[in-house]
C-alpha cells in the first residue's frame, strides 16, 4: 500500500485565519474601502500606493484585522491537531499574511504551542515562499520533507514555491482550485488520524535561532 504523504513529513507549517482560527474577514468589503480593484492582491496594491496613501491604507486593513482577531476562535479539532503533532515531537509554526497584532490577539496565550510565527511584517507575504524557507532554515529540515497546511490558493502557492507538500483545508464544498494542492482535507480529525501514523522519531534541533 502506497504510504500517505502526510506520514513523511517532519515538520508542519500553518496558515492562521480560517485555517487554525475562525475569521469573518471580507475580502470584498475591505477592497471596497481601500478602492482596490478586486482583482488585485490587497497587499500589492497598497506597496503600490504613494506613501501618504500607503499609510493611510495600512491602518484601514489594521483596525479591520485588529476587530476581527478580538472575536478569533480554534476551529473545531485544530488546537488537538497542535497538541498531537507536538507529542510526536515535530516541529510547527505559523505563517500568515496577517500582522503581527493581529496575530499576537489571535493566538493571545497559545504563541507557546508553536515554533515560529512569521507574519507579514516579518516576510514578504504569500505567495512569495520566503517566510516558508526561512523556518526549513531554522529547523534544518530540507523543505521537501516540510507540509504547508492552509486554506487557500495563495497557500497553496507559496507551499508549491517552497517545494513543499502544499495541504489544502477544506471545510466546506472544495474550491476550484483544489486540484492543485497534493492532499486535501475537511476536518482536522481526519488530519490528526493521519498523523498519528507518523513514526515518533522526528525531532528538532530547537538550539537553532532566526536571525
Known sequence: MTCHPITNIKGFIFDLDGTLVTSKLD???LRTLLGCPLDQDILHFIAGLPFPEQEHANKIVQ???????????????????????????????????????????KLASNHIL??????REDAP?????????????????PATQL????????????????GMLACLYA???APNYAHEADWIFNNFAQFKDIVSSVRENHTMNKANTLD
Open 63 to 105: 483596525d479591520y484585522e485588529l476587530e476581527d482577531a478580538r472575536n478569533g476562535l480554534w476551529i473545531d479539532g485544530a488546537k488537538q491537531l497542535i497538541h498531537a503533532l507536538q507529542q510526536k515531537q515535530l516541529p510547527v509554526a505559523i505563517v500568515t499574511r496577517n500582522s503581527k497584532q493581529a496575530t499576537t490577539l
Open 27 to 29: 475580502f470584498s468589503y
Open 125 to 141: 507575504p504569500k505567495p512569495d515562499p520566503s517566510a516558508l524557507l526561512r523556518i526549513a532554515e531554522r529547523w534544518q529540515i
Open 147 to 162: 507540509a504547508y497546511v492552509g486554506d487557500y490558493l495563495y497557500d497553496i502557492h507559496a507551499a508549491k514555491n517552497a
Open 171 to 173: 471545510p466546506n464544498e
Open 114 to 119: 508553536f515554533d515560529v510565527v512569521l507574519t
